[in-house]
């Protein structure tokens, strides 16, 4: 019998994750419509910064649609699967990836460059959580299966299989 300890709530640690990216997200608008950071503020490359935007907000939602309806992650959860199709062979966290260039996505939209500090942390914080947490789950559960798989497959940034 697997120690209780092993086993991995429902939703992961991303309803922790999440909700405090976007606190993050909503506090450093929140200092940029009040003036606080108009040091950081871009008058150049307005458009760059928004079109950049637009595309990982856009990137973001494709991810999420990709993982969860596309692949159908809720299921194959519940069923104990590993999913190593589709998105999860580009990136095996798509979901929180996909938070990442949405809220990443939203801050480039003001064209502050001192926000661009909050998607490292989003990065930082998810890879602590990751290893802390869902990796050591993962491992457990399906073993060697999923060590082939992270060795293959980035943890939050999408890129193509490593050999």
Aim: with cysteine.
């Amino acid at each position: 019998m697997k120690s209780k300890e092993f086993e991995m709530p429902a939703f992961g640690v991303g309803p922790i994750y999440v909700l405090t990216c976007l606190l993050l997200t909503i506090g450093g608008l929140y200092l940029h419509f009040k003036g606080f950071l108009s040091l950081g503020q871009c008058k150049q490359g307005q458009f760059i910064f928004r079109i950049t935007g637009l595309v990982l907000i856009l990137a973001g939602l494709y991810l999420w649609i990709q993982a969860v309806i596309v692949e159908k992650i809720n299921r194959k959860t519940h069923e104990g699967k590993l999913i190593t199709t589709g998105v999860y062979s580009l990136v095996r966290n798509p979901v929180y990836t996909a938070f990442i260039f949405v809220f990443t996505g939203i801050l480039l939209l003001t064209g502050n460059i001192i926000l661009l500090g909050l998607p490292v942390f989003f990065w930082a914080f998810l890879t602590i959580l990751m290893k802390k947490t869902e990796e050591k789950w993962l491992k457990n559960k399906f073993g060697q299966e999923y060590q082939i798989y992270s060795s293959k497959v980035n943890r939050v940034i999408p890129w193509f299989k490593r050999k």
